[in-house]
């Protein structure tokens, strides 16, 4: 909701820690000539009854993904962050779930890298999972800083 309210992606906790994985400061992250953020929802989709967030609607991505990507142009490195950004970018190779994905984030890089949402309530999925901490992160960074300087 605060994401919503101010109009700022990742704009609270989970942004801070994707900015930490991928090696920005804010300054760097919201320069709008350096950095797009396309959400694969373009609302706060709201609450189910247990208070998570609802899933975002399959009509965003259908009606303006491939506009903004067309008008974005050569995009030198997509972070496909979450489940839902994974099954757009990657089809069916991202079929097997997000731990898989992430997993075989070399089959898509360098122009691509999966990545589990930062959001706190997939820090049990960091704690077992510490080969992407390991691993992914310092690639991450360079591809980031590469995409940045490119």
Known sequence: MRVHKTGKPFFDASGDRLREWMGVTDDVFYDRDRISVLPMAFCFPGYDAKGADLPPPPACARTWHARVLEHLGNVPLVLAVGGYAQRYFLGRAARGGVTRTVAAWRDHAPGL??????????????????????????????????????
């Open 113 to 150: 890298i999966p990545l589990p949402h930062p959001s706190w309530r997939n820090t049990a999925w960091l704690r077992k999972n510490p080969w992407f901490e390991a691993e992914v992160l310092p690639v991450l960074r360079i591809h980031v800083e590469e995409a940045l300087n490119a």
